[in-house]
């Protein structure tokens, strides 16, 4: 018996645990999802999305952790059959208030089904992943119910080692994760996941308009504030001169020259870019790796495959 409870001590302290920070009570969600930060936050997201000219019209999307659905008319608005998802009871009321027409659907990620009845052209997640115990369990349900594309934003540690870093989060923010833990991935550890589930991960050459989101990944700047990075997992490759196969160090800001990145026609399979450089920074339009680095110039066309 003493050899037992000595046995059960030791197993108990051989991990380190992430202390919660649960309460009982829950805070309005309009209070935070509509407070100044989250809505400046909202709208330099979109605008950066925006700004890809990815083929994001008429297609299923997933989204996933929905919050009360300051993002989902991006998708509304481009003519797309939208699930919203959210796992937090009084973000689902709210939701079905604000999209009464639209199916609203509960979806806890850190305990997902492993079926959801569906699959979806895109998967879009962002501002969650951060807020999952975990997050693998995460990845692996949206891959499985992805057909085209994954959008993922998610605040991240800096780091060249493929590391999670879980942290304490208050679950009684609606904000925040349900469970008390979240996690602050490295890119390198975000990067080698979504690489186990789709055969092309990119990034954007380009960052949104925000502090939050750097362009120098080279050191950590001198505040603890919170960094944001964007992916795009896809199971075809994708020809496009704003997004690249590479872990960046360096990143710009979001740029809208004139007809910055537009899209021309659509043939089977395929979806034709024109870029035109003037007025903004010239970028290296590198490809999938099977596939030779191309340079963008003015009104030089560019196959976005997906």
């Not at 996690?183 to 954007?204: G, I, N």
């Not at 099977?290 to 009104?299: E, L």
């Given at each position: 018996m003493l050899l037992r409870f000595l046995t059960a001590r030791l197993l108990s302290h051989s991990s380190p645990r992430v202390p919660t920070q649960r309460t009982d009570a829950t805070e309005d969600p309009l209070t935070h999802f509509t407070n100044s930060h989250y809505q400046r936050i909202n709208q330099?997201?979109?605008e950066h999305l925006a700004s890809l000219h990815l083929p994001l019209e008429h297609l299923r999307v997933?989204?996933?952790g929905a919050?009360?659905?300051d993002l989902t008319p991006f998708f509304l608005d481009r003519n797309c059959e939208v699930v919203i998802t959210e796992g937090r009871p009084d973000n689902l009321a709210l939701l079905r208030q604000r999209y009464p027409q639209q199916p609203v659907r509960f979806l806890d990620l850190d305990d997902p089904p492993e079926d959801f009845g569906q699959r979806f052209d895109v998967v879009f997640c962002y501002g969650v992943l951060y807020h999952l115990s975990q997050p693998l369990k995460a990845l692996a349900f949206l891959a499985r119910h992805c057909d085209q594309l994954l959008l993922l934003?998610?605040?991240v540690s800096y780091g060249e080692e493929p590391q999670?870093?879980?942290?304490?989060?208050?679950a009684a923010l609606p904000t925040q994760s349900l469970r008390g833990i979240g996690c602050r991935p490295t890119r390198v550890w975000v990067y080698q996941q979504l690489a186990r589930h789709f055969p092309y991960v990119y990034l954007p050459r380009t960052q949104p308009y925000h502090p939050e989101f750097p362009c120098d990944w080279s050191t950590p700047p001198p505040s603890s504030g919170l960094t944001r990075a964007i992916f795009i997992a896809s199971r075809q490759p994708l020809s496009h001169p704003l997004l690249t196969p590479e872990l960046l160090t360096r990143q710009v800001r979001c740029w809208f020259p004139s007809q910055s990145c537009r899209r021309v026609r659509q043939k089977p399979g395929e979806v034709v870019f024109i870029?035109?450089?003037g007025g903004g920074p010239v970028i290296t339009g590198e490809t999938a790796p099977s596939s030779p680095a191309k340079r963008p110039g003015k009104n030089q066309a560019e196959a976005f495959r997906g």
């Amino acid at each position: 018996m003493l050899l037992r409870f000595l046995t059960a001590r030791l197993l108990s302290h051989s991990s380190p645990r992430v202390p919660t920070q649960r309460t009982d009570a829950t805070e309005d969600p309009l209070t935070h999802f509509t407070n100044s930060h989250y809505q400046r936050i909202n709208q330099r997201r979109l605008e950066h999305l925006a700004s890809l000219h990815l083929p994001l019209e008429h297609l299923r999307v997933l989204e996933v952790g929905a919050g009360i659905g300051d993002l989902t008319p991006f998708f509304l608005d481009r003519n797309c059959e939208v699930v919203i998802t959210e796992g937090r009871p009084d973000n689902l009321a709210l939701l079905r208030q604000r999209y009464p027409q639209q199916p609203v659907r509960f979806l806890d990620l850190d305990d997902p089904p492993e079926d959801f009845g569906q699959r979806f052209d895109v998967v879009f997640c962002y501002g969650v992943l951060y807020h999952l115990s975990q997050p693998l369990k995460a990845l692996a349900f949206l891959a499985r119910h992805c057909d085209q594309l994954l959008l993922l934003e998610t605040c991240v540690s800096y780091g060249e080692e493929p590391q999670l870093h879980p942290c304490a989060e208050n679950a009684a923010l609606p904000t925040q994760s349900l469970r008390g833990i979240g996690c602050r991935p490295t890119r390198v550890w975000v990067y080698q996941q979504l690489a186990r589930h789709f055969p092309y991960v990119y990034l954007p050459r380009t960052q949104p308009y925000h502090p939050e989101f750097p362009c120098d990944w080279s050191t950590p700047p001198p505040s603890s504030g919170l960094t944001r990075a964007i992916f795009i997992a896809s199971r075809q490759p994708l020809s496009h001169p704003l997004l690249t196969p590479e872990l960046l160090t360096r990143q710009v800001r979001c740029w809208f020259p004139s007809q910055s990145c537009r899209r021309v026609r659509q043939k089977p399979g395929e979806v034709v870019f024109i870029t035109a450089i003037g007025g903004g920074p010239v970028i290296t339009g590198e490809t999938a790796p099977s596939s030779p680095a191309k340079r963008p110039g003015k009104n030089q066309a560019e196959a976005f495959r997906g």
